[in-house]
């Protein structure tokens, strides 16, 4: 509980943009797959972007070419830029982190941020 801790949600009118931060002190950052999820109302959760320990990337179809997923290993920190928000993209967004070995998986959660698109 706790483990990662996000900020930069908000509410920004249809074409606009927002940043989202995720910090991770707790673990150990480097060697984590690091995502960024929603979830809105009546809906599953679903995987937005994704950015392994090799820093290869992964986004959902529907956010390619407005989403960039970026990760600081330093400062243990990830972000997603978000430009071009539609509508469709409001929704609370939740950080991951997950690192697959051989004796366990671990996977931590943050608490979620709204992200509110609307005119």
Request: proline share 3%; aromatic share 10%; net charge positive.
């Amino acid at each position: 509980q706790g483990q990662l801790v996000e900020s930069g949600g908000g509410l920004v009118q249809p074409g606009g943009s927002l940043r989202l931060s995720c910090a991770a002190p707790g673990i150990t950052f480097s060697a984590y797959t690091m995502g960024w999820y929603r979830q809105a109302p009546g809906k599953q959760r679903d995987l937005v972007a994704s950015i392994t320990s090799a820093e290869h990337s992964d986004f959902a179809d529907s956010v390619k070419g407005r989403f960039t997923i970026s990760r600081d290993n330093m400062k243990k920190t990830v972000y997603l830029q978000m430009n071009n928000l539609k509508p469709e993209d409001t929704a609370v967004y939740y950080c991951n982190a997950q690192l697959r070995t051989v004796v366990r998986n671990y996977t931590y959660w943050g608490q979620g941020t709204q992200v509110t698109v609307s005119s």
